[in-house]
């Protein structure tokens, strides 16, 4: 069965925070670099980045349902496109200046392609992040 036109593979993503106002902190700057709104007035103890689920994707962070402390699953991962490779330094920077850890400075990657240019990052919650960009030139990057 194929999906009907215009859908998207996910409709959002909800990830967990131990603390709401860190991670507003540290997800904001990179979501405005990114070009996603933030939407106001959403649901008290939430904050999320997107359009409405008939607009396209999704991005929110609140306190685990369950009442149980947030962690980040091992191999789980975010891949965010940067718009080019100064961009994926951009976020990086961004990430770094606002709690988070280094996983990896941007470049290039001997087990990819030498056109994937990455970095990648941790939230304050240990969630782990990538900034992409496909189509890397040393030549013009």
Same mark, same amino acid.
């Given at each position: 069965m194929r999906p009907s036109k215009g859908n998207t593979m996910l409709l959002y993503t909800t990830i967990g925070t131990n603390d709401l106002a860190r991670a507003i902190? %540290?997800?904001?700057?990179? !979501?405005?670099?990114?070009?996603?709104?933030?939407?106001?007035n959403f649901y008290p103890g939430w904050v999320g980045w997107g359009k409405d689920y008939d607009s396209g994707f999704g991005f929110y962070l609140c306190p685990p349902f369950d009442g149980l402390p947030a962690s980040a699953g091992n191999g789980? !991962? %975010?891949? %965010?496109?940067?718009?080019?490779?100064?961009?994926?330094?951009?976020?990086?920077?961004?990430?770094?200046?606002?709690?988070?850890?280094?996983?990896?400075a941007p470049g290039t990657r001997e087990y990819y392609t030498p056109d994937f240019y990455v970095a990648y990052v941790r939230s304050p919650d240990r969630h782990k992040l990538a900034f992409t960009f496909h189509n890397f030139d040393p030549a013009t990057n």
């Open positions: 902190v %540290f997800w904001r700057p990179i !979501m405005k670099s990114l070009g996603h709104e933030e939407i106001e789980t !991962m %975010f891949a %965010f496109p940067a718009k080019d490779a100064a961009h994926v330094r951009e976020l990086y920077a961004l990430a770094l200046q606002n709690g988070g850890a280094d996983e990896g």
